[in-house]
Nanobody, 119 residues
């Protein structure tokens, strides 16, 4: 069974920073796109950031561009999400996702980590 292990959530004041981390099995980390999603209370899950496999090209939701950075630590099979200038509307459960598109979609999810932005 494939496990994605997340860490780094917590509470922070508006304007603060947090870094989320997600460790995957080596084969998954190397061959899959690695993504961060979030789900706020009462809202649908949304894609926040993507790190493409091989190229590590990053893409971001408009709502986090310029504030969040996704990166890979290839030696530790870990993807990070550095979050800065946090806003109350960033409050959500953040999920790590690994996805590989064949003619079908193969993907794995972490259990989620809560980020709360509040004064």
């Amino acid at each position: 069974q494939v496990r994605l292990v997340e860490s780094g959530g917590g509470s922070v004041q508006p304007g603060g920073s947090l870094r989320l981390s997600c460790t995957a099995p080596a084969a998954v980390f190397a061959q899959f796109d690695m993504n961060w999603y979030r789900q706020a209370p009462g809202k649908e899950r949304e894609l926040v950031a993507t790190s493409a496999r091989f190229t590590e090209e990053a893409q971001y939701a408009d709502s986090v561009k310029g504030r969040f950075i996704i990166s890979r630590d290839n030696a530790k099979f870990t993807v990070h999400l550095q979050m800065g200038s946090l806003k109350p509307e960033d409050t959500a459960v953040y999920y790590c996702n690994a996805r590989l598109v064949h003619t079908w979609v193969q993907e794995y999810w972490g259990e989620g980590t809560l980020v709360t932005v509040s004064s």
